[in-house]
Every structure is written in C-alpha cells, then in structure tokens.
C-alpha cells in the first residue's frame, strides 16, 4: 500500500497491488505486447508488424512504460546497422497464465460479445 502504479501522474495512494496490476495490464498494448514477446525477444519492426493498428510512437511509449514497470527488457547489439531486441522479464514472463487465461477467455466470449453488442447497437441500445 502507499505505492503508486507506474505510469500514474498523480499523488492518489493504490488501494492494493492488484489494482496496480490491473491499471498496467488495463494500458492499450500492454496485454498484447506482452503476449507478442512470450515467445522470446522481438525487434522493434516486429512488434509493429504483429500489431495491427499500433503507431510506432505507440509501441515505443508502451515499450518504455514496460521497460519501466520492469515487465520488459531492451538490449542493444553493437551492431551495423544497430540491433535492438525487446524480451520479458521475469516478472513478465510471470504474466504468462494471466495471458493466457485472457486468451482462453476472448476465444470463449468475444464472439457472442460482438453479437450482443451489434445487436444492441441496432436496436439503438449502445450509443
């Protein structure tokens, strides 16, 4: 307790370590890279690539926020041309079941969701 999620601007005390955990994981991309990376490392393009919709200004903040969360680690080759990769942390490859589980979970739900939701939108239920 006392502790403040990263990525919060303000001074507000965390009502508990979950509710930290659920504001990260709550970020758009967040859940997502951290699935994309739990196959091991990834480039910065390959990210992109896999994510359909994500700017590059996007994933390079996520990736910091991550990084500075401590969920994702940057490694730079000294190479030419430069190299960078991005891989998990312990404490991100630790997010593997809750990942999965979200996974396991929109594959039950997502379509009768989208079902419900268009339906609703029809009948002029969901602004």
Known sequence: MGDKPVGRSDD???ACEGAAAFELLGWRWTAFLIWALMD???RFSDLLD???GLSDRMLTKRLREL???GIVTRRRYREV???VEYALTD???ALRPVIEAMEQWARRWTMEI???NSSAEGAGGIP
């Open 12 to 14: 507000r005390p965390v």
């Open 40 to 42: 091991g490392p990834r």
């Open 50 to 52: 896999v994510g359909d």
């Open 67 to 69: 990084e500075g969360a």
């Open 81 to 83: 041309p430069p190299r």
């Open 91 to 93: 404490a991100g490859q």
């Open 114 to 116: 989208h079902a419900k």
